[in-house]
């Protein structure tokens, strides 16, 4: 077997601007200058100084919130406000834990607003306080935990979105706040495009809401985005997990998001899956509702499980989704509830239940439902009310899935269905080693047998061919592809200039002490790459793909052999086979 090398230099990111390097740690000072010897003591300080290019290095420790600023723009306070802008996604702003660290942002004693239901655009009539709020472009937030958010009357959002793009959230974990965990709001021209890479949303809740108790802490949300304006949203490699209300939201959101390779579990309870909030909608990946037609999302790759409603829920939608090779498994209601409705062009609401058919249909392919519990799938409920119809009429089923194909599976067909999540409740789960539990070194998702099918299950080479990379005679149902890692799947072709096969964490390229190179080289190292997806020597069917630090598409080797990819000191191998 014949081998190769290709050294990728950093001097192929050479052409960007690279700026300088500040530091933020608990003991700093905000009249300090900011260096590693003399850091500032908060990231409102480096926002102050910071440019495109600049990277910001946040020691770790515990950052114990207890003042606020007042957000003009959205008529809210906050612990943190980042409004300095990057360029491009080739020259941003970095705010990046340090190496081996990680730095903790606890709202526990934040003075939160009022929460009034109408701001009267005044500090003291404020109506929302996050720990920390964006409103920028091109920024990447690698590696903070952000804890503890209080409420008083509106649900607060531990990392909240507004009007930005380009924003890249890596590694990043919110939890027990009261409020959604991440919240992207961009209702604004020019917004979206974001990147939530290997993030996690778990334990959120609102008793307090003026809505009702649970009922606005999600895992993640993307709302409020007009069709037409901005780019794509992309969640890659998230979970959600024992959130009051939803793991994934997406009401009013009318641009496409996509989602791929995210756990939604046990969604719609609270206190570590011991409470049941009454107003709590617990839905594990909710899409919709889009009432102009832009929402039409992609769900790929992802599992839901013990979630208190549904599994995959498209939520009265006027437009369908595409879900993809997605697993449901044991939620309480059903495993897919593709209920939706009608519009008028101007939004109005012209039925209150009715199947989409066309290109405007749900396209549901590849797909398990363990067991075959859906609803508005071939089968749907249709109510006109001005036409006095009432009726159930057949809609689409999709291709490939277990109920297309009766395939009604059973625990001989997965490698197994034993997971700390389906049996702990009242502990922590993001400490014991399961699918939700501490995540590998490079911020990828936990390789665990749960819900992967095993040799001889009736699922394998059930599918259709949809583009991505597969093993054997044919793609099989449901997230996890017998033979390959639980996270190779990115649905982009592989030939075209902007692919990339897996999509495991960039955090692997941050590794490098930021003293022992050049300010120039540490910003090299953990640059975002396009499309999110990383830099590299990638295997899929036949061939390897080379990308520069950037992510940049730069060879396809389609020769079977070893090959070798080098970046600065790191070593990677992979083999083609014929």
């Not at 990046?96 to 607003?113: K, T």
């Not at 306080?129 to 937030?141: G, M, N, Q």
Request: glycine residues 12%; negative net charge; aromatic residues 10%.
């Amino acid at each position: 077997m014949k081998s190769r090398m290709f050294i990728l230099a950093l001097a192929l990111a050479a052409v960007q601007s690279f700026g300088a390097v500040y530091y933020v740690a608990t003991d700093g000072d905000d009249s300090a200058a900011g260096t590693k010897d003399k850091p500032f003591a908060s990231l409102n300080k480096a926002n102050t100084v910071v440019h495109a290019g600049d990277t910001v290095w946040v020691r770790g420790g515990i950052y114990d919130l207890r003042d606020t600023v007042f957000f003009a723009r959205y008529k809210m306070t906050a612990a943190i406000v980042l409004t300095a802008s990057g360029e491009s996604d080739n020259n941003r702003i970095h705010y990046l834990a340090y190496p081996g660290e990680r730095p903790i942002f606890d709202g526990a004693n934040l003075p939160v607003a009022a929460g009034t239901d109408h701001s009267d655009g005044t500090p003291e009539g404020a109506m929302y306080t996050s720990p920390i709020v964006i409103s920028a472009k091109y920024l990447h937030l690698k590696g903070f935990e952000v804890r503890n958010t209080p409420m008083k009357h509106n649900s607060n959002s531990g990392v909240f979105l507004y009007a930005s793009k380009h924003i890249f959230l890596e590694n990043m974990d919110s939890h027990h706040n009261a409020g959604p965990g991440f919240f992207a709001n961009d209702g604004a021209p020019d917004g979206g495009g974001h990147i939530f890479l290997n993030c996690d949303a778990h334990d959120n809740y609102d008793p307090l809401g003026w809505q009702g108790d649970g009922e606005n802490a999600d895992g993640f949300g993307a709302h409020y985005q007009k069709p037409g304006e901005g780019d794509t949203t992309k969640f890659i490699g998230c979970r959600a997990w024992w959130n009051s209300d939803d793991g994934f939201d997406f009401i009013n959101q009318e641009f496409p998001v996509v989602l791929e390779n995210c756990y939604a579990m046990g969604n719609g309870y609270s206190d570590y899956g011991l409470g049941n909030p009454k107003n709590g909608n617990g839905h594990g990946i909710k899409m919709g509702e889009s009432t102009l037609g832009g929402g039409r999302h992609t769900i790929k790759f992802c599992a839901a499980w013990k979630n208190k409603a549904t599994g995959f829920y498209a939520n009265y939608t006027g437009v369908g989704s595409k879900w993809l090779n997605n697993t449901s498994y044991m939620n309480k209601d059903r495993e897919f509830a593709m209920a939706s409705t009608l519009f008028d062009s101007e939004g109005n609401r012209i039925a209150e239940v009715a199947p989409l058919t066309g290109d405007n249909a749900h396209v549901l392919k590849n797909n398990i439902a363990f067991p075959n519990k859906n609803s508005q799938v071939g089968e749907c409920w249709e109510y006109i009310p001005s036409q006095n119809i009432d009726r159930y009429v057949e809609c689409p089923a999709g291709e490939n899935n277990t109920w297309n194909l009766k395939l009604d599976l059973t625990v001989d067909d997965f490698e197994s269905l034993d997971d700390p999540s389906m049996t702990v409740t009242g502990k922590d789960l993001s400490t014991i080693a399961g699918i939700l539990g501490p995540r590998n070194a490079d911020g990828s998702l936990p390789d665990v047998g749960f819900l992967k099918l095993k040799k001889g299950s009736r699922a394998i080479d059930k599918g259709e061919d949809l583009g991505f990379p597969f093993a054997g005679d044919a793609p099989d149902l449901g997230a996890f592809e017998y033979g390959m890692s639980s996270s190779r799947h990115s649905g982009l072709d592989p030939e075209s200039s902007g692919s990339v096969v897996g999509s495991s964490s960039s955090s692997r390229h941050s590794g490098l002490d930021p003293e022992s190179s050049s300010s120039a080289e540490s910003a090299a190292s953990i640059a975002m790459p396009r499309n999110g997806y990383l830099p590299g020597l990638h295997a899929t069917r036949g061939a390897a793909l080379v990308f520069d630090l950037q992510g940049r598409h730069i060879r396809t080797i389609k020769v079977p052999g070893t090959y070798i990819v080098r970046y600065g000191s790191e070593i990677r191998k992979v083999q083609v086979n014929p």
